[in-house]
């Protein structure tokens, strides 16, 4: 909770300043599933300690920079829908502890955190190498602009 109100005091202060929304969005999951690497495989409680601070601040960076990109890329009549459908999967996406739980009665509780950070970190590094106009997006060459409005002259929309 410490690391969440402090990444939240974070992004309001700084939030306009990341220009690289895409980067920061990947970045931010990465770092949540490394973390839940590293803390699956711990046993030092200073450590584990730290990384939940450090888990706590990722969602405020995630979401502000999704949310921003949501907001200007998807054209104004579809606005409300897109939303609203991405709210739905984050609410489904709470269907994980049950998977989690699944995992952990058959693999132990370590092993399941591990893969629960391993297969989404995987993804994550892959959409990372692959997919160049998001990972810069906000960038000069690929910048963030509204949908329905033209990038500059010599950018990709």
């Known amino acids: 909770g410490v690391g969440a109100l402090f990444s939240s005091l974070l992004v309001a202060a700084v939030g306009g300043q990341l ?26 409680f200073p450590l584990n300690l730290g990384l939940e601070f450090a888990m706590g ?18 054209p104004e009549h579809l606005r409300s829908r897109v939303v609203a459908v991405y709210f739905m999967i984050l609410q489904f996406s709470q269907m994980n502890g049950l998977t989690a739980g699944l995992l952990a009665d058959q693999l132990g509780d370590r092993q399941a955190l591990l893969l629960m950070g391993a297969i989404p970190g995987s993804i994550i590094v892959l959409i990372l190498l692959s997919a160049r106009r998001l990972v810069l997006l906000g960038s000069q ?6 949908y329905d409005q033209t990038a500059p002259a010599g950018a990709v929309s």
Do not use: D, E, H, N
């Open 19 to 44: 220009k690289l929304k895409g980067l920061v969005m990947l970045l931010s999951c990465l770092g949540w599933c490394v973390g839940k690497i590293i803390y699956s495989q711990s046993y030092w």
């Open 57 to 74: 601040m990722v969602p405020a960076f995630y979401v502000a920079s999704a949310m921003t990109i949501l907001q200007v890329r998807v």
């Open 141 to 146: 060459r690929y910048p963030l602009v509204p």
